[in-house]
Structures are given as structure tokens and as C-alpha cells.
């Protein structure tokens, strides 16, 4: 069954640092998302994408956050300058079409600012 | 703004036990329901979701979950809980726009 996978499991950078986080959706799937989870805290949505352009994004998702989808397959999220606040657990998810389809989730990656 | 709400923090309960984990939402349109269950060092898989139809649906490992629409309310139901349903159990919605808006979580520890 196909599956959205996620790279690195786990980063560790300092604050400051430029980290970049990879996801490969599904093949056929057309809207995809970040997440992310602060240990302990429910899953926040931070940005969705569709048709090479942010479609929706939370509060959470300023200026230091960018997403981008470089080539067929990769959807990658940028923390351009990291801060401790950012540790955390960030998921991509994919879903076919918008509106009542299911988003399926990646591993994640554990992000981890020091 | 939709919001969810789960009001168990952290459930605890033997082997064999009924569970219910409550679910509250709040959302003025029509809406799509979920539960993801996420296994300790795992990812967040679908338990079940409802968008239309039978209020009462059926996912996988035996899990249930009723839409009550009067009540705003979508609470995840097993008869028998195993030890292996421990986990963290996360209830979400979305509706017209794009995102999924997550609960709090409930964590729940199955003693064997």
C-alpha cells in the first residue's frame, strides 16, 4: 500500500540553523499539509498546498516558515531560522482531492533545537 | 472557528474493559469527522471517519464511533479494549476548507 514517508526521522540542529524537512507524498495525491505535534500537545495544522501554492495556513506558519514542492515527488517544509519553540514533532499528510478525502499521514520527524 | 475537544486526558483500564473516549466539536457547517490512533514511536493511522450517511461507523480493530449531530458529538466506542490499544487516540474534524483541526488526544493505557 503506498505510503507517505518522511526524512530525516529525527533532526537535531541549533537554534538559529536553517533546517529543511522532506516529505514524499503519495504518488496520486494532489493537497498536502504540515503538521506539527509539541511533545505532550495535540497536533496543530500549519500550512496546506495545492497546485503550487499555499491554499491555508494557521497562525503558527509566519514568516520564518516556507513549504515548496521542487520537483514531481518532494514537499519539503523550511524553518529559515530556528528557535527552541520549534522542537517538535512535524508531520506531512497528502490526500487525493480536497473536501471529504482522507489525509493520510507520515512518520514524521522529530525536530529538535538546541 | 472549528475547534475539538476530547475530555479525557489519559485513560486507564484492564484488559477486556468498554471503552468510550468523548469527542465534542465545534462547528457551524457540515462537517467530516475522524479518529487517528497513534502507537507509541508510530505515526498517526485512520481509526475510522465520518462524512455522511449511518452516524454509527465501523473502522478497524474493532473500534465504533456514533455521530450525534444534536449533541455535536463523535465519541469512539470498542466493547473489549486489548493491551494492545494502547495509545494515544486523537479525535478531528474538518470541514469546508482544507485543514484538519485535532483534539487534545487521549492517552490510553490497556493493563494486561
Known amino acids: 500500500e503506498p505510503e507517505v514517508t518522511q526524512t530525516p526521522s529525527h533532526q537535531v540542529t541549533q537554534m538559529g540553523q536553517e533546517v529543511i524537512l522532506r516529505c514524499v507524498p503519495i504518488s496520486n495525491h494532489l493537497y498536502f499539509y504540515w503538521y506539527r505535534q509539541i511533545l505532550g500537545q495535540k497536533v496543530e495544522f500549519l500550512v496546506s498546498?495545492?497546485?503550487?501554492?499555499?491554499?491555508?495556513k494557521s497562525e503558527i506558519f509566519d514568516d520564518q516558515f516556507s513549504v515548496e514542492r521542487p520537483d514531481g515527488s518532494n514537499f519539503t517544509l523550511k524553518i529559515r531560522s530556528t528557535k527552541l519553540e520549534d522542537s517538535a514533532m512535524y508531520f506531512c499528510?497528502?490526500?487525493?482531492?480536497?473536501?471529504?478525502?482522507?489525509?493520510?499521514f507520515g512518520p514524521g520527524t522529530r525536530l529538535t533545537v538546541l | 472557528a472549528q475547534s475539538v475537544s476530547q475530555h479525557n486526558h489519559h485513560v486507564i483500564l484492564s484488559e477486556a474493559a468498554s471503552l468510550e473516549l468523548g469527542c465534542n466539536y465545534s462547528?457551524?457547517?457540515?462537517?467530516?469527522l475522524f479518529w487517528y490512533v497513534q502507537y507509541p514511536g508510530q505515526h498517526l493511522q485512520l481509526l475510522l471517519k465520518y462524512f455522511s450517511g449511518d452516524p454509527l461507523v465501523k473502522g478497524i480493530k474493532g473500534f465504533e464511533a456514533e455521530f450525534i449531530k444534536s449533541k455535536f458529538s463523535f465519541n469512539l466506542r470498542k466493547p473489549s479494549v486489548q493491551w494492545s490499544d494502547t495509545a494515544e487516540y486523537f479525535c478531528?474534524?474538518?470541514?469546508?476548507?482544507?485543514?484538519?483541526?485535532f483534539g487534545a488526544g487521549t492517552r490510553l493505557t490497556v493493563k494486561p
Open positions: 498546498f495545492y497546485n503550487n501554492e499555499i491554499s491555508e
Open positions: 462547528y457551524g457547517g457540515t462537517v467530516n
Open positions: 478531528a474534524v474538518n470541514g469546508n476548507n482544507n485543514d484538519m483541526r
Open positions: 499528510a497528502s490526500r487525493v482531492r480536497g473536501g471529504t478525502d482522507t489525509q493520510y
